[in-house]
């Protein structure tokens, strides 16, 4: 090889040396102590700052939906209570009529209106039992015995476009505020 043309090979050589080791030393450069702890405090603020926003907005709960249809009228025989409901929306179906002899249907909310325990309903004594403290109520919803100081309370039901029965769990009628008198509490059975 010519002198010349072999200089400028070795001079090539030199620079792409020079660009691979400038290339490794680079990452050894930014991981000085200080390059670390300001990335780590940046990491730490941006974390803080999700936690802040985190807080700030509203919590999303995955909450069952507050209307529902339940089925045909007919699926409900008289003198009954239907318990399908309670696990999955906290209502039982009642279709009665031993409150002030109509023949209706209703909705009533599975909390104790006592200490708000979950009663159940025993078919064999026709009544619902709170297993915390002992309070019953008949098949109507009203209280009879132990602490609980007032009926179970009722929701909202009516028959929707569909002919199905649709419980809306936002309305709530109290027997002792005279509001299970409201068409919106009950459907009555021709
Ligand atoms: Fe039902 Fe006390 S919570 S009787």
């Known amino acids: 090889m010519a002198p010349a043309k072999k200089a400028k090979v070795e001079e090539r050589r030199g620079m792409l040396a020079a660009i691979m080791v400038t290339a490794v030393a680079l990452p050894g450069i930014m991981m000085t102590p200080f390059m670390i702890a300001s990335s780590l405090l940046t990491a730490w603020l941006g974390l803080a700052s999700l936690m802040v ?3 700030m907005l509203p919590n999303v709960l995955a909450e069952p939906p507050r209307k529902f249809k339940i ?3 007919n699926d409900f025989d008289l003198g009954t209570v239907a318990t399908r409901f309670v696990a999955s929306q906290g209502v039982w179906i009642v279709h009665t009529d031993q409150y002030q002899g109509k023949n209706m249907i ?3 909310l599975s909390v104790c209106t006592h200490l708000g325990c979950t009663p159940s ?3 064999g004594e026709q009544k619902f039992k709170c297993p915390c403290h002992g309070s019953g109520f008949y098949i109507t919803g009203v209280n009879f015995e132990g602490p609980a100081p007032r009926p179970l309370e009722r929701v909202g039901l009516r028959i929707a476009e569909d002919g199905m029965l649709e419980v809306d769990k936002s309305l709530k009628f109290q027997e002792e ?3 299970w008198t409201d068409s919106n509490s009950f459907v009555e059975i021709a």
Do not use: D, I
């Open 121 to 123: 309903w025993l078919e």
């Open 177 to 179: 505020m005279g509001q």
């Open 106 to 108: 209703y909705a009533l």
């Open 71 to 73: 089925g045909s009228p």
């Open 53 to 55: 926003a985190r807080f």
